[in-house]
């Protein structure tokens, strides 16, 4: 009697640590279902919309003009020739005016645009041929999550020597990705940048 005793504890025991078990994967299945869906929740929460700006310069003007730019979320900004690429933006084409193209031009985008503000800037590098005073198309656009385009600005600016940078846009988008607020008021980004790194604002070729 002890022995059928002790084999019916032993089976109850048995029956139990199966429960536990059971329910502890139970839990662990459960828990992985609800971090899985909330990363599938923050995923489709993107804001959608994109961005693109296009800077061109004449030919003949030997000069590096480059693109700097800032926007929200931005997580190593400024963009720009050093840092090409960061979260959410970056740049596509980066020229030094070197004659390896018909055209002098660089291309940048942002996406999954976020509210706050955006700073856009054009820079005289350099130059070889002292072709000063350049003229720098600038066209901004950006596409909401409502596939409407806006047009932020299509004008061109006047580099006129070595260093010079100038502020082509500076806006403030909504939670709606509508446009609140535009201004030239410079802010400068080679400045802190150049600063920051023990650098000149500009002089010579890369």
Same mark, same amino acid.
């Given at each position: 009697?002890?022995?059928?005793?002790?084999?019916?504890?032993?089976?109850?025991e048995n029956d139990l640590l199966k429960?536990?078990?059971?329910?502890?994967?139970?839990?662990?299945?459960?828990?992985?279902?609800?971090?899985?869906?909330?990363?599938?929740?923050?995923?489709?929460?993107?804001?959608?919309? &994109?961005?693109? %700006? =296009?800077?061109?310069? !004449?030919?003949?003007?030997?000069?590096?003009?480059?693109? /700097?730019? #800032?926007?929200?979320?931005?997580?190593?900004?400024?963009?720009?020739?050093?840092?090409?690429?960061?979260?959410?933006?970056?740049?596509?084409?980066?020229?030094?005016?070197?004659?390896?193209?018909?055209?002098?031009?660089? &291309?940048?985008? %942002? =996406?999954?645009?976020? !509210?706050g503000e955006y700073v856009f800037n054009?820079?005289? /590098?350099? #130059?070889?041929?002292?072709?000063?005073?350049?003229?720098?198309?600038?066209?901004?656009?950006?596409?909401?999550?409502?596939?409407?385009?806006?047009?932020?600005?299509?004008?061109?600016?006047?580099?006129?020597?070595?260093?010079?940078?100038?502020?082509?846009?500076?806006?403030?988008?909504?939670?709606?990705?509508?446009?609140?607020?535009?201004?030239?008021?410079?802010?400068?980004?080679?400045?802190?940048?150049?600063?920051?790194?023990?650098?000149?604002?500009?002089?010579?070729?890369?």
């Amino acid at each position: 009697m002890r022995t059928k005793g002790l084999v019916t504890t032993l089976y109850a025991e048995n029956d139990l640590l199966k429960s536990l078990l059971a329910c502890f994967f139970i839990a662990v299945a459960l828990l992985l279902a609800v971090e899985h869906k909330k990363a599938s929740d923050e995923d489709s929460q993107t804001k959608g919309g &994109n961005l693109s %700006v =296009y800077i061109e310069w !004449p030919y003949e003007h030997d000069v590096d003009v480059d693109l /700097w730019f #800032e926007y929200p979320e931005c997580d190593a900004c400024p963009v720009m020739y050093a840092n090409l690429q960061a979260r959410k933006g970056w740049i596509g084409r980066d020229d030094t005016g070197n004659g390896v193209s018909l055209q002098n031009n660089e &291309n940048a985008m %942002v =996406y999954d645009l976020a !509210p706050g503000e955006y700073v856009f800037n054009i820079h005289a /590098w350099g #130059e070889r041929n002292h072709k000063f005073p350049v003229p720098v198309f600038v066209e901004i656009k950006y596409r909401d999550k409502e596939n409407r385009t806006h047009t932020v600005t299509k004008e061109t600016f006047v580099l006129n020597k070595t260093g010079d940078e100038i502020t082509a846009a500076r806006f403030v988008l909504d939670k709606n990705q509508k446009l609140v607020s535009q201004s030239k008021v410079f802010k400068s980004l080679v400045g802190p940048y150049k600063k920051a790194q023990g650098e000149g604002t500009g002089g010579y070729f890369r």
